[in-house]
């Protein structure tokens, strides 16, 4: 049944379709509004804003509802060894990916893992203590200076190879990036381990001794990579879909995405809730005073790990990964105290007006940090962690972007404020 929302102007009267998504999401088309008025909307922060039609991810806020292609992401991590890759190639390519395809997928991750050289040479120039997110957007930019074939990918098999590299590759820029930061060697991806693994040998292994890989730890790490993977328009995606749709290169677009991940509003904030965690275990403030701090109005703290634009209930990635932290430590002989202190701070304020009367709950930033530190990735590489999990969704949604035959450059409007016409003033008579 066609429907329209009625926008009466002045004398003005004009009817605005209502589009159904497949999900019952409704959304008032307002493509024709400056056509048909004269007049743009005005939505700072594109809160009340759909950007696009996308098929890949579905979230419903008021529920805590989260699928992938249909599917909802407690399936993934429910299954008894998660498998990151096989939800990478279902983002990417529409479809759970049969044997044969996922071989082929875990193939091209191989023969696509190392680095080339010259950009594992720049790692020499670049400060031992340089942020791990400035060196991941960089390297990304560099890949496309030393895979200028991949930069238009028109045929399936140069996008899955460019897809591969990246996926691939972002493992061995972060590992190379922590090993830097140690002064240690740089560990080569070993093409026998799977996806994970291969990670956490670039990680912890030595020339001299194979990190030994627990099933558990590797299992850890899956899911967290899945919960990652993608979040319908987020800061980060849209920024990838901003880029990619003056028709960039993936390597640039999906740069731009770790950059805007790298905000504490945004990704960054898994590093900001284990600082804050720390400094309560340290004495440096009570849980109760966390709690009236993020309050104050006065004060610009932020519960950090709390609140989310979209979800209005528990953020189903928070109790997944809760529930990991419960389930893994005890298995890999971990204990941590701030996992006790963050669950105390999750009971305060779930039981204090001023959050529930926002709907704010612990999103997926809460708890991924404990069950990182439990892997013994450090602080300043949780971020990197968030990204390598979110590359899929975003190659997914710049994909669905560009073979989108419908899709424009994204150039949204303003309103002015500024100055009304004025003349120019030589510097001789201007005001001192
Ligand atoms: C991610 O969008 C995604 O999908 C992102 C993500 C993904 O997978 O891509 O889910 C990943 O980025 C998760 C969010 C990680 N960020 C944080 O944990 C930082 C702390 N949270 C907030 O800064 C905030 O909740 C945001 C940024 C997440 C959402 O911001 P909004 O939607 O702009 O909400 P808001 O700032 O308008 O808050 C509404 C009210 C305000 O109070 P009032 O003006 O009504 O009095 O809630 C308050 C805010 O002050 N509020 C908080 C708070 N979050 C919101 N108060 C204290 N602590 C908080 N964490």
């Not at 530190?373 to 997914?396: D, E, K, Q, S, Y």
Request: net charge negative.
């Amino acid at each position: 049944m066609k429907e329209s929302a009625i926008l009466q102007i002045g004398d003005q009267r004009i009817e605005l379709p209502v589009i159904h998504g497949s999900e019952g999401g409704k959304s008032i088309d307002i493509s024709g509004l400056l056509a048909k008025t004269g007049l743009t909307s005005y939505d700072p922060a594109l809160a009340n804003t759909a950007i696009c039609k996308s098929a890949i991810t579905y979230i419903d806020g008021d529920k805590g509802i989260l699928r992938y292609r249909g599917i909802a992401v407690e399936e993934f991590t429910a299954q008894p060894t998660p498998n990151f890759v096989e939800v990478a190639w279902l983002l990417i390519f529409g479809h759970l990916p049969t044997f044969s395809e996922l071989d082929h997928f875990r193939d091209q991750l191989t023969t696509h893992e190392l680095l080339h050289e010259d950009v594992r040479d720049v790692y020499q120039h670049i400060p031992a203590d340089a942020p791990p997110m400035a060196i991941l957007s960089a390297a990304l930019n560099h890949l496309a200076c030393v895979h200028k074939n991949y930069l238009n990918v028109d045929d399936p098999e140069s996008f899955l190879e460019v897809t591969a590299s990246i996926i691939s590759q972002v493992r061995t820029i972060a590992a190379f990036s922590f090993r830097r930061s140690k002064g240690l060697p740089h560990m080569y991806p070993d093409p026998r381990l799977r996806y994970c693994a291969n990670f956490l040998h670039m990680m912890f292994s030595s020339p001299y001794q194979q990190y030994e890989i627990r099933p558990e730890v590797e299992d850890a790490l899956n899911l967290l990579f899945i919960l990652h993977a993608d979040h319908e328009q987020n800061c980060s995606t849209s920024t990838v879909r901003t880029v990619g749709s003056a028709k960039a290169n993936l390597f640039s677009s999906c740069a731009a995405g770790v950059s805007a991940l790298w905000g504490p509003l945004h990704g960054g904030a898994n590093v900001k809730v284990v600082e804050m965690l720390e400094r309560i275990y340290e004495g440096g403030m009570t849980p109760q005073q966390c709690i009236n701090n993020a309050k104050d109005k006065d004060n610009p703290f932020r519960l950090f790990g709390f609140g989310h634009r979209v979800y209005r209930n528990f953020d189903p990635r928070a109790k997944v990964l809760r529930e990991a932290c419960d389930r893994v430590l005890p298995n890999i002989d971990r204990q941590d105290p701030l996992l006790d202190i963050a669950r105390e701070l999750e009971s305060l304020a779930l039981n204090d007006d001023y959050f529930v009367e926002r709907n704010l709950y612990p999103n997926v930033d809460f708890y991924s940090g404990i069950l990182l530190r439990a892997i013994g990735i450090p602080t300043n590489m949780f971020t990197v962690c968030f990204a390598i999990g979110r590359l899929p969704g975003w190659i997914a949604q710049w994909k669905e972007q560009n073979e989108d035959p419908g899709s424009r450059i994204i150039r949204p409007r303003q309103v002015y404020v500024g100055n009304t016409q004025t003349g120019y003033v030589p510097i001789t008579n201007r005001e001192v």
